[in-house]
């Protein structure tokens, strides 16, 4: 080593140490919550993290992330738009069975939801037919809900279709 390296290595030591302690912000997706972890855009890895304050993250959501030194803190989420953090739809056959109403259950796709979604439901009724049908949902949870299709102007026995939609807006 020559003279002039041996002589600028504290410097060059100190330097990047106050790199490491640097603070820079970066955007990135929770890739577990428990623990939770993090994958910095443009990284491979995951790396664990700490929600700010207890910041409630769900995986897959869209974070910023300070990095200070080897520390990650979650500071904001990205979900500035109030879009969904889950959601899923789809459409149940729902036959009658010559009273008034009858059920069908639903299967959400696994692990999707972290808590019981809002669950809409309507019925799809043929133009020209008349009758007064009320869709609903009914013992919603994470794994999946039941649906109800009502006749209101009496008893039916054919098949309907039940459109439903669930939506879960905070992780």
Not at 27 to 44: L, N
Not at 67 to 81: D, E, Q, S
Not at 86 to 99: H, L
Request: glycine share 8%; hydrophobic share 40%; charged share 15%.
């Amino acid at each position: 080593m020559s003279l002039l390296s041996e002589k600028l290595a504290p410097l060059w030591s100190a330097i990047n140490r106050l790199q490491a302690r640097q603070m820079s912000i970066f955007p990135a997706t929770v890739t577990s919550v428990d623990p939770v972890r993090i994958r910095i855009d443009g990284e491979s890895r995951s790396l664990a993290a700490t929600p700010d304050n207890g910041l409630p993250v769900g995986t897959g959501e869209r974070v910023r992330v300070i990095r200070y030194g080897t520390t990650h803190l979650i500071a904001a989420r990205m979900n500035v738009r109030r879009q969904a953090f889950a959601q899923a739809a789809g459409a149940a056959t729902i036959t009658g069975g010559g009273t008034d109403r009858s059920s069908a259950g639903v299967t959400f796709p696994t692990g999707l939801f972290t808590a019981p979604p809002l669950v809409f439901a309507d019925v799809e009724i043929n133009p020209g037919s008349n009758p007064v049908m009320i869709a609903n949902a009914y013992n919603i949870g994470t794994a999946g809900c039941s649906l109800r299709l009502v006749r209101a102007d009496g008893n039916y026995s054919s098949s309907y279709t039940v459109r439903w939609h669930a939506i879960q807006m905070e992780a």
